[in-house]
């Protein structure tokens, strides 16, 4: 008999239908890909389709048991991309629905520990992602942020920005992986860009787009940064440990070699 792997949408109720499919048709997959995931020539392939009311019985059925520390657990992991991590929370669920209790503490067990090690990291990035993201205004007023962590973290520090930034327009744009939030005012809505018109490897907004009088604000506050530094107490290695340098093409300060 031919070993299983599933593939599905890469979305978060996506694998959650995923492990209801395993445990209602019986499965032990070999892997869990999404779209554009690798898949064993070996194994059959079971397309599975997203159901929101399906996924909605497990996350219910995890926060029963698990409460809510398991819950944000086994998101964050899934919001790391970690490879095979799909598979890693199925193994989790079945290990808290088999103990029917919480699980989160037992670090002797390689799957569990791992969780917890990706919810701790991806946490970390999103920290890092609300110090550093700076904002570039647009010729329309609009405040674009760009920025490309190491995990998909956009979806943890939204709701920061739509309660700190209530009165404002702004575009927050992951560009590793090409989509963003836009808040106008009154909701938050997914977008992709397609034609952007802003540069990518830099986040910077294109000449005509941006707004004129905030290239002024930009140069002075490098002027300020260069001028409160003390070169003598320059520490590149201690910089990156507080600042990781995948930030620095998008930070103001760093911008035009300061």
């Known amino acids: 008999m ?14 959650l239908t995923c492990i209801f499919s395993a ?9 869990i890909v999404g779209p554009n995931g690798q898949l064993d020539l070996f194994a059959e392939t079971v397309d599975i389709i997203t159901n929101d009311l399906l996924a909605e019985r497990v996350w219910n059925g ?8 398991t819950c944000n657990h086994l998101y964050h992991a899934y919001l ?7 598979i890693q929370i199925l193994l989790y669920c079945r290990l808290l629905f ?65 309660e700190r930034f209530a009165s404002q327009l702004w575009l927050i744009y992951d560009t590793k992986r090409d989509y963003g939030f836009f808040f106008d005012g009154k909701k938050v809505e997914r977008v992709s860009v397609s ?7 830099s986040g910077n907004l294109k000449t005509g787009i941006a707004d004129t009088t905030d290239n002024d604000w930009q140069e002075l506050w490098r002027t300020y940064f260069k001028n409160i530094a003390i ?10 440990n507080f600042m990781p340098k995948r930030f620095w093409k998008y930070l ?7």
């Open 2 to 15: 031919k070993p299983v792997q599933y593939r599905f949408d890469g979305s978060f109720q996506g694998l």
């Open 23 to 31: 445990f209602d048709r019986k499965d032990n997959p070999i892997k």
């Open 98 to 162: 088999e103990k029917k209790a919480p699980i989160f503490s037992d670090l002797g067990n390689a799957t569990i520990l791992l969780i917890h090690k990706l919810d701790r990291k991806v946490l970390k990035e999103a920290h890092r992602v609300l110090m550093f993201i700076r904002f570039e205004q647009a010729a329309d007023g609009t405040f674009f942020g760009p920025f490309a962590p190491k995990y998909d973290v956009i979806p943890l520090v939204i709701n920061h920005f739509k």
């Open 231 to 240: 070169a003598e107490r320059k520490n590149l290695v201690v910089q990156q």
């Open 252 to 258: 103001t300060e760093k911008k035009g070699g300061v």
């Open 195 to 201: 034609n952007p018109n802003f540069i990518r490897e």
């Open 62 to 69: 995890i926060e029963r048991i698990g409460g809510t520390t």
């Open 80 to 86: 790391s991309m970690h490879e095979g991590v799909e």
